[in-house]
Structures are given as C-alpha cells and as structure tokens.
C-alpha cells in the first residue's frame, strides 16, 4: 500500500484536461512525447491518482476506478489521434525536403555499347540458326588451296588475279603456277570455309560462314580492306536455283523488311555454276524503292563437291555471299565506310547494343 | 574492259533505231554482261561548221605566225554589222593548216571542252577572238594537235562534205554527243571482248537478228591446196620444248603477206573515231586495222614489217638468260615458261627475239613509216602460258587480256582476211593469195548432257526442244536426244563450255533466271543445332563489356615496328613470329597482330585526337601467331580431295590464330558531375572487367602477380598480373607502363586487359550449373582484420581463410585494405566480412569459436596475425 498518497479526483480530472489541452497545441512528435511522459509517465498525477487509489474505501475504489478508466482513454484517444497528425505532418513535410528535379542527367557510369556489325553478324547467324542451318567458322589466315584452287580457281585462272589478294610470306615451297610463294594469303571470301565444312562435316550440310575477310583496296567512303562476308552453303539431294532463290528472299526479309526481295543476273564465279549476281529490291532506297547489288551466288561448282571427295551426280547445293558492311551501310544509313572501320565511340554509342 | 558503241555493234547485229545505251545496258545485263558506266559526252554545244572566209597571216614578236580569220559559222551565230546584217565571226587561229576556204569545227562562246575548258570571246593579238577552231585533241577525238581538224580529211564522203553547210551542229556530225556503254565481261566470257561476241549476246537477250561475221569472211578466205606450197615465202616452226600442263604454247599460227602497201596512207577517221571511242590510240594504219579486227571479232593480231624477219619464224620457248625490250621501252628478263615469236637472221634458227608471244611485241621487226611488205600473224596461244608471262612482267596487254580468256582456236583465217581487206582497201595493198596455216588444234570432246539437268540444278522444268534449241542457238552443235541424252559440241569460241553445269547455265541464263521458280528448303534437322557453345560464349563476352560500360570496336589488324615500340617490345623478336604481308598496303605495317592491344591503341588514340575523353573500349577478334619452324605448305590441284596426309600438310603450316577479348580504360570512370566526384581509371577497372568476363561466362580464373623484376615489359611492374584458368596462363591484366602512356600519349594510369579467349573457352566445362542447397538456419557474421607482410596477396589471405572456414563457409568479402602508422612497416592490413551458415543446424558460439580457431591457424601459416 503507498503511503502518503490522496486520492484528489478533481486535481487529477484537472491535470489530464491541462495534459489533452497541451497535445491539441503539440506539432512535433518531440512534444508529444515529452508530454506523455509529463502526463501519463511513472510520475504523472495520473499514475499517482491510480496508485492512491488503493487507500481508499471499498465503496470509493469503485467510482474512483471508473474516474481513472475514463480518464486514461480520453488522453490516449487525444494522444492517438494527435501521434497520427503529427506522423503524417512529418512525412509530408520529409517528402517536400526530399523532392529533386527527375530530370537531370543521372548517367553515373557510362552506358557502353556494342559495335553493330558483330551485332548485325549475329542477326544474320540468328536467321539461319533459325532455319535449321549451323554456323561455322575458319582461318583468316588461310591456305591458297582453300581460298583458291579447292574453288576451282586454278592456279592460272584469270580470277585468281583479280581478287586483290594479300599474300603471306612464309616458309618457301612453289606456288601451283610455278612462282615462289607460301601458298598461304589473307582469305578473300569466306567461301574458303565451304571446303572446311564439306570435308569435316559430312553431308546433308546447312551451314553460314560469317567472317572477315581481307583484298588489298585502300579504305575510301566505300572500300575497306578489312571486311565481312556471311557465305551461306547449302549441299544436299535435289536441292536446286529454286532454292537458292527462297533463301534469299527470306534473308531480305529479315534484313531489309517484309517488302524486300531478290533478283538473279547471270554472273561468273570459279566456284559455282550457274552463277548469278544478287540484286537487292531495297524499300528505303534514297530517292525511291529500287534495285541495288547485294552479294553473288550460284549452284555449287561439280569441281568444289570434287575438291571434297563427293560425288556431283548425287549431290548438289547452292551458295550465295553477301557483305555485311553493305548490309549494314544500307540498314542504317550510313554514308561513308570510314565511320563503320575508325571505332569512333559517337558511332558505336548510337546503336547501344542494338543495330 | 570493253567499250560499247552502239554505231560499230550494229554491224553484226540488228538494234532498234532508237536504242539508248541505257537501253543496250539493260538487254545486256539479262545475259550477264553487266554495265560497268556509260560514259558521258565532257563536251558541251555549241559546236558547228565553220567555212573559212578569210585567213590573214600576222607574224608575232614571238616568231609565230597567227591567222586572223573571218569564218562564217551561219545565220544563227554569226556577227551582226552595224547595219544589221549577219557576218563571218573573227577568230585568230594558231594552227599551221588552216587556209581559207576550208570547213573547220567551231566551237562557240558557251562551249565546253574536255578538262573543264570553257570557251569565251577574248582579246588575244590585237583581235577579240569569238571563238576557237578545235584539234583533235582538244575535243578528246584523238591525240592529234598537229593542227586543227580539216573536215574534208575526215571520214565524210564527197557528198556528205559538199551539204556541210555553215553552222551544222557537229555534235551530233562527230559523234561528240554520244554516249558509250562500258561493259564488265566475267573472266569465263573472252568472247564478249569483242563487237562480234557482245553482238551474240545481244542477240541471246533480244532475239534481234545477228549474222556472224566470221562466217563471210571464212568464205573469202584464200583456201589452202595441201599441194600446194603455202605461205608465200614465209615459214613457221612451232618448237615447244616446255609446255606447261603438257598443253602446247601454240596450237595454231597463220600468217598472211600483204605486199606493196602504201606507207603514206592513214586510217580512215570512222576507224579512228571508233578505237578512240574504244580507248585506243590512232598509231598508223597497219597497226590500227590489227587493233581494229581484234575488237570487232576478238582476235590479237600482229603485223611484221615483212622485209625485216628472216625465215623461218620459230615459236619457241625462251631459253635462260634471254632478254627482251618491248615495244613500251621496258627491258624483261625472260623465263623458260615464256613463249616466243622468233626470227632466223644468218640462217641461225630462232635467234632473235620479235616478242612475247600473245602478250606484246619486241622493238625489232615492227611496222614502221618506211615499211613496204606487212606479215600479218593470227596466232591461237595457249591460255595459261599468256597468263603468266603477262603476270611475270607486268604487262596485261589488250591482246593477253583475251589470250589468257580464251580465243576462238578456229577464226584465225577470217581474222587475217579482214585485215588484209582493209590494208588493201585503205592502204592500196596487194594481200597475197598464199596464206601459211600451221594448225595443230586438238580436236574438241562433246559434252554427255542430260536434259533433266535443267531440273536438277536449275530447278527448270523446260521442254527437252527447247533446250536443245537454246543450246544450237549460242553455237553449239546438238546430236542425239532421243533418250533424253544429248552429245554436244561447245561452239570454238566458247573455251568455258566443258561440263554439263557450263550447259545448264547457258539455258537458264538464255531462258532467264526469273523464270526459276521459288522454294524454301526443308532442312533436315540432325546433330547439333543452334550455335555451338563457344559462339554463345563469344557473344557473352561482348555483351558484357558494352554492358560493363566499354564501347565495342574493330581494329585493322595491321602492325609494324612503330607500333613494337610503343608497346616497349623488341620489333625483332616479335617479327620474327609474326605473319608478314608480302604486299601491304601500308608498308610500315606489314605485320598481323599478336595482341589485339597494339593495334586498339590506334583506336583509343583516335578517339582522344578527336577531342573525345574517358575513351574505354574493346575489341574481339583474332591474333595471328607465326611459327618459323612451321612447315612449307604444299601446292595441291583443285578438283581432287587430298589425302588425309595432305589435309594435315595444308593446316600444320598455318599459323595459330586464337581468338583474344582486350580492352583499354583511359581517362575517368566516374566523370566529373553533379552527381559526385570523379574518379580516375586505374587497374581495378581492368580486373573487375576479367572478373565479370569470367563471371558471365562461368570461368576460374585466377591472377598471379610476377614479380616486379618479372613483369611483362608493356605494364607497369607493380600493378599487373596474369589471369590463369585451367592451371594455364590466360591473359594479362592491369595498367600499361607509364612509358607506354608515354609513347602514345595516353593519359596516366590507363589500364587494360587482354585475354585469349580461345584458352580460356577450353577451360570451360559447358555442363550445366550444378546448384547448392539454400541454408536457411540464420547465419554467423563476423568481421576478421589479419595483419599480413605487404608481400602477402589478397588471394592468398582469402584462400586461406576459405581452408580455415571448411564447408560452412558462405561468403567472404574484403572490405579494407590498410598501410600506415596502425600497422609496423612491411606490413598491411586486409579485413573481411565472413558469413557462416550451416544447411544442418543454427551455429551457436562454440561452432563459429571453432571456425574462427581453424582460421587463424591457416592464416598463420602466411604469417598473418588476427589484429585485436
């Protein structure tokens, strides 16, 4: 039992009126605080009162009792209510100093890109992984028998010259015309990987050969010496131009869009036969949809199958090469080879990973 | 390449009077002679008749003498006189031939001529001169400049010259306005370097009626009488010791005499115009009839100043040592494989060289202004035997340019005949009557063609008689059929026609390849499909740059000495194992790339010269690593599969070629912005880009830092290492020397990896993740600081703390690297953040106790003390 202590209802009515009066003034949660303990705290009169009220008579316990329920529930609710505006005052007022301007630059670390003639390479192994085909790769550095001869372009045969070839020094042995040479040369088309896959991969054989490939044309606005080809080659039963054809519509298609489409013109190349020129039907073609060169093709040459040890009776195929820097330049609108080859980062930085 | 005029390709064949060239392009191009330009008139109007009133003769200070000239030009550009008549226009002309009374080519104030050359009225010898008469030159017709063009000297008959009136427009009258189709003739197609050819083709295309000009002029022909002694005085031996294939160097010579020619005579201007409109100089007339019969039918011919050779002509290779100056001033050595046209002077047999044969002449023998008695050679040589003289000294002459295509083997007596008309025509010759044929032309096989071919190949489905018209119509000679099976025989100027696929062209390009159908091939699917592994990782490693904030490039892969030295290296050393270019196209880079860096540096320095900062790029592709004990690799034929051993010969001689990733950090990585302070790129970028490489591409990879005196010389000593995976060495990784910034002028601490990525993808297992189970009892943090010997790596002290912590261990990060008064000198401090967790139980104090012994007691063996 507490000694000392009264129990003074009115007094204690008094100081929790006076503590309700001071909530209705408080704006931060600090007063509310220091209030509750002021007010409803160990020390409080309010507590005091609930402690006296031990020492009073049995018939007064009753009434004072219910005092003091009534008492510490008009506080709490006026606290509550009170601790919930502030709160709310609070954040709002955090929120407002908190506020920025979304529109600033924010590029904390640069954004990088990828250069969009390996990223259209990929586009490209993309359509034919589609259809079923493989992809294959071979040496830049590459043996004369594979980029030449294996396509039946012999050793004296005039396109061998015209293919502006860089040659390989390298340890000595006669070239097949007799002159001294390495018989090795940078690949001039990634043709050269056709005799690669016909002999390693056996047949039926679907694949493309994306690559780079080298001739000796100084870079200008539509040159490069340093280039890429996808070469597509196809060797199967009863596979004809027919054929040829739909894939090549279908590679416009994907690259130039769905009004895009092919054309054949009678052409020459050692390794196939027939052989054609490729025409491309270009949609956005500047000044108007028109007809523009796009690669070559033709039926694989009797004399390639040969140089694979299979037999032309029983098998035939196509293949066709188109440049992936024309693909490009004509996708994308650029004007001048130089921004495809420097690495100036403004060019890359515009296609981002894309192309 | 061959030009196209319209006027000369209507001698064969039947064109539409309003054909256009544009027109002629078109039809040509269905067949596969495509237009390489049409080229255009550099002339502009107006330029007409002038009649010479009057030439007055002025002698100069100079000594020269000019004419000041009135020339009536007519109604429309004459003067007016103060009355208002019209009159002659005033014109000073310098050139020794003009008299009054002539016709002459005006060109008018407005015209221009070639090379930008405008006329105008100018004040010139005390006369305003109001316009020029034009030389030959001057209106690009010829290289003529002697004088100026008399009319009446130029290729206009009598009556045509009479209703030249005053003021005509000769634009049109010379041909000035006229376009030319240049055409691009496929290396297969040696006939299209001909009128009589391209008029063929057009025909193929057109259907328009064509007449073989061959056939009439065979007609004419002097027939040969095997009884006869032929030859008219001249002999020929063919002595071919060293054939190359075995195929003989001439398989075919006929020579035809023209005796009493008149050396005074000149070509007439319609054959002068037509080679100059085909780019061919005007020389004399037996050189420019040769020329003339070889563009229209495709044949090289030679003419010899008769009275000059000696008899016998010997064709013969050359013998060691023989030398030759040719007909453009240049001394050859010549090889055995050349072939030549030999004369017997002092009854020694083939003792004086004429020339190369097939590819040019020599300086003696040759037609000149004193030349009387012409020999005319039609030779057929062999293809390959002209291509590589032609290539061994440089001379790709216009008669090689066909040789080495192929000739018609059977056109050599129409050829000679056609000439020798026109010298007699043109030159007052006699030809003689006694040609001298030495043929040894092997007889052709016929061609086994199946019709369905058509099918298989072209995927045309044509009638049988339909193809065995097309075949007969471009020359070939059809038999059989009847089982489906022709026997053809390839026309004699079609070399290329040897297989039965040669035969499905010519059908479906005559049918025309539109015709052929579309289909979309079914492929079989079998084995692998998709990209194999080591594309999908390439495509990793580039997606994770760019996303890593590098920017993707492409590098020529061309280095020289220059760029060694950057790179601090020994061009020496790196020289010999390196591929070198025979013919680069920049000689101070006549090397391939061992290191991707030597050449992406270029890149980099670009982009800073252009005023770009912070420059961070990558690169994939290949390195190419010579080995000079790598075998010779050997010459195999075509057509034929080599043997296993062969194959093997073919790549053990190549050289390795590893596919690498590099990158090159400069500048800032953090830039300055409102956003914070800037921070400088320094070797944690480079390795946090092999780490994340690694990561994306599920790699282990280590990095073992040399030994500052061990350091590889392009990086800075202290802050390099090389990445390893698989126990082998990888990649290099960390900031170039600050001598290599030096020489290139990058900024300092420019930081750069470079990884092959050829090792490291075979290091990878390609097997599917193999996951850890999720714990999920609560973890066990602690933080443990070591005090280790400076010398003591991160890796190290992390190694050994995942021994100490066994299997519970869940991760370790290092979070504070320490130097300085806290710690004694020589010695550093590294602190980690350990989590343990066990997947069987909650850890209590005794576990982590324990966990935390076994980790010191590792850690002591590096001497690294726990700090307190």
New interface residues.
């Given amino acids: 039992m507490a000694e000392g202590l009264t129990f003074d209802a009115e007094a204690v009515s008094n100081a929790v009126a006076e503590g309700i009066e001071k909530i209705e003034h408080a704006s931060t949660m600090e007063e509310l605080k220091a209030i509750k303990t002021q007010y409803a705290g160990a020390q409080s009169a309010m507590t005091m009162a609930s402690k006296a009220i031990g020492s009073l008579d049995k018939s007064q316990k009753k009434d004072a009792g219910k005092l003091m329920g009534k008492l510490r529930a008009d506080f709490g609710r006026a606290y509550g209510a009170k601790e919930a505006q502030v709160k709310a005052e609070e954040e709002a007022r955090q929120l407002a100093a908190e506020t920025v301007d979304m529109t ?3 590029r ?8 969009p ?2 990223r259209l390479m ?1 586009d490209v ?1 993309d359509f034919f ?1 589609n ?5 294959s790769d071979g ?8 980029d ?12 061998r ?2 293919q502006d070839t ?13 002159f001294v040479g ?3 040369v ?1 690949r001039t088309q990634t043709s050269s990987d056709q005799v690669r896959a016909l ?1 390693t991969r056996g047949l ?1 054989l ?1 694949i493309a050969c994306p690559g ?1 490939v080298f001739r ?1 044309d ?1 870079l200008d606005a539509t040159h490069t ?2 280039f890429h080809q996808v070469e597509a080659l ?1 060797i ?1 039963k ?6 040829l ?3 090549l ?2 590679l416009a298609v994907a690259m130039f869009g769905p009004e895009a489409k092919t ?6 190349f050692p390794f196939t ?5 490729l025409d491309l039907w270009f949609p956005d073609k500047k000044g108007g949809a028109g007809w523009l060169e796009w690669g070559g093709c033709g ?1 694989v ?3 390639v199958l ?4 299979l037999d ?1 009776e029983e098998y ?1 195929g196509f293949a066709f090469g188109v440049g992936v820097e024309r693909t490009l330049l004509l996708r994308s609108d650029i004007n001048d080879m130089h921004d495809l ?6 060019f ?2 515009q296609f ?2 894309g192309e | 390449m061959p030009m196209v005029d319209i006027d000369w390709l209507s001698d064969h064949v039947e064109v539409p009077k309003d054909l256009t060239y544009e027109q002629l392009a078109k039809d040509l ?4 002679l ?1 237009e390489e330009e049409i080229h255009r008139s550099q002339l502009t109007g107006p330029i007409v008749v002038g009649y010479v009133v009057d030439a007055t003769p002025e002698p100069q200070k100079n000594g020269k003498t000019i004419n000041w000239c009135h020339i009536d030009v007519g109604d429309e550009y004459n003067d007016v006189d103060e009355d208002g008549n019209k009159v002659p226009r005033g014109i000073i002309c310098g050139a020794p031939n003009m008299a009054a009374g002539e016709k002459v080519v005006v060109t008018l104030p407005g015209a221009v001529l070639p090379g930008d050359f405008r006329i105008e009225p100018r004040k010139t010898y005390g006369h305003i001169s109001e316009g020029m008469c034009a030389s030959e030159r001057e209106l690009g017709l010829g290289d003529s400049h002697d004088g100026i063009i008399l009319l009446k000297d130029y290729g206009f008959t009598e009556e045509e010259y009479e209703n030249l009136k005053p003021g005509d427009d000769l634009m049109h009258l010379l041909h000035l306005d006229e376009p030319i189709l240049e055409i691009n003739v ?4 040696g006939y299209a370097f001909s009128y009589r050819g391209v008029a063929r083709e057009y025909h193929n295309s057109t259907g328009a009626k064509f007449v073989d000009p061959v056939l009439a002029l065979q007609e004419k022909a002097p027939q040969l009488d095997a009884a006869q002694p032929a030859g008219d005085g001249v002999s020929v031996l063919i002595e071919d010791h060293n054939p190359i294939h075995g195929v003989p160097g001439c398989d075919r010579f006929y020579a035809r005499v023209v005796r009493d020619y008149d050396a005074a005579s000149s070509t007439p201007n319609w054959m002068r115009r037509r080679l100059t409109r085909a780019g061919m100089r005007s020389i004399s007339l037996p050189v420019d009839v040769t020329n003339y019969v070889m563009l229209d039918l495709g044949q090289p011919m030679h003419a010899y100043d008769l009275d000059k050779i000696a008899m016998p002509i010997v064709v013969r290779r050359a013998h060691e040592g023989e030398t030759l100056k040719t007909l453009d001033g240049k001394d050859h050595d010549l090889s055995v ?1 050349d072939l030549l046209i030999t004369d017997s002077p002092n009854g020694e047999r083939g003792s004086r060289v004429l020339g190369i044969a097939g590819v040019m002449g020599g300086m003696y023998g040759e037609v000149t202004a004193e030349t009387k008695n012409i020999l005319l050679e039609a030779a057929h040589f062999d ?2 035997t002209v ?2 003289s032609a ?1 061994r000294h440089k001379i790709p002459s216009e008669a090689s340019r066909r040789f ?2 192929g000739v018609d083997d059977a056109m050599q007596p129409a050829a000679a005949q056609m000439a020798a008309e026109l010298l007699a025509k043109y030159g007052s010759a006699t030809p003689s009557d006694e040609p001298l044929d030495v043929n040894n032309v092997a007889a052709r096989q016929p061609i086994l063609f199946k019709a369905s071919e058509v ?6 489905d044509l009638d049988i008689n339909i193809i065995s018209d097309i075949l007969t119509d471009i020359g070939c000679n059809v038999a059989g059929g009847g089982n489906g099976e022709f026997s053809v025989m390839a026309p004699t100027w079609r070399p290329d026609l040897n ?1 039965p ?2 035969l ?2 010519e059908v ?2 005559i049918v025309g ?2 015709k ?6 079914a ?4 084995g ?5 592994e080591d ?1 999908l990782h390439q ?1 990793q490693v ?2 994770e ?13 061309f280095v020289g000495a220059q760029d060694y030295k950057n790179f601090l290296a020994d061009p020496e050393e790196i020289e010999r194992v390196s ?7 920049a000689g101070d880079r006549p090397f ?1 790339r061992r290191e991707i860096l030597h050449t992406l540096a270029q ?1 980099v320095l ?2 800073i010269h ?1 005023g ?1 900062e ?4 990558y690169e ?3 390195v ?1 690593l ?1 080995d000079p004990a ?13 043997t296993d051993e062969q ?1 093997a010969a ?2 053990a ?3 390795q ?1 590893p596919l690498h990733v590099a990158g090159m950090l400069t500048g800032n990585a ?1 830039d300055d ?4 302070d800037r921070r400088a790129v320094d070797w944690s970028d480079a390795v946090e880009a092999v780490h994340r490489i690694a990561a994306r591409l599920g790699a282990t990879i280590a990095l073992e830092q040399p030994k500052a005196e061990d350091a590889p010389a392009a990086w800075h000593p202290g802050r390099v290492a090389y990445v390893t995976a698989g126990g082998k060495q990888v990649g290099v990784v960390g900031e170039l020397h600050p001598k290599v910034n030096e020489n290139l002028g990058l900024p300092a601490h420019s930081a750069a990896f470079e990884l092959d990525l050829t090792a490291l993808f075979s290091t990878l297992s390609n097997k599917p993740v193999q996951a850890k189970p999720i714990a999920t009892f609560p973890p066990v943090k602690q933080d443990l600081a070591f005090v280790v010997p400076v010398s003591v790596t991160a890796a190290q002290l992390k190694e050994a703390i995942e021994a100490g912590a066994g299997d519970d261990l869940e991760s370790i990060e290092l979070f504070d690297v320490y130097t300085g008064d806290q710690v004694e000198e020589g010695m550093k401090s590294l602190a980690y953040a350990v989590i343990f967790r066990s997947p069987v139980k909650t850890l209590d104090s005794a576990d982590s106790e324990e966990i935390r012994r076994r980790i010191v007691e590792q850690a002591a063996k590096l001497n690294a003390q726990l700090r307190a």
């Fill in positions: 600033l630059p924010v904390r670390k640069p954004l990088g890109a990828r250069h003639l390996p990929e192994q992984i259809m079923g085909w493989q992809i040496p830049e550095v590459e043996t004369e028998w594979y030449f001869d294996a396509l039946n372009f012999g050793p004296d045969h005039p396109a010259q015209m860089f040659y390989v020094k390298g340890n000595q042995a006669k070239d097949a015309a007799g390495s018989n090795m940078l002999i039926p679907y780079r000796t100084e010496p340093v196809a199967d009863n596979l004809t131009m027919a054929d054809k739909g894939v519509d279908k054309r054949l013109r009678p052409s020459y036969e027939p052989s054609a020129e039926m040459n009797p004399n040969k140089s694979a040890g032309p035939s080859v420097e690495g100036d980062v403004r890359s930085e981002v990973m | 191009v269905r067949v596969g495509e496929t290396p297969d197609r494989e293809q390959v291509a590589r290539r080495e295509r099918k298989r190949i072209a995927g045309l297989e696929c040669d499905v062209e479906a390009r390849y539109d052929i159908p579309v289909t979309v091939p492929v079989p699917v079998e692998h499909v998709g990209l194999t594309q495509r580039a997606d740059l760019a996303q890593y904030g590098m920017v993707e490039v492409l590098s020529y892969p591929v070198e270019i025979v013919n680069p196209l391939l890149t670009r982009n252009r770009l912070n420059i961070q790029l994939l592709g290949h190419y010579w790598a075998p010779a690799i050997p010459a195999l034929p075509g057509g034929v599969k080599p194959l073919l790549d001689g190549l050289p070629q953090i912005g409102w956003l914070g």
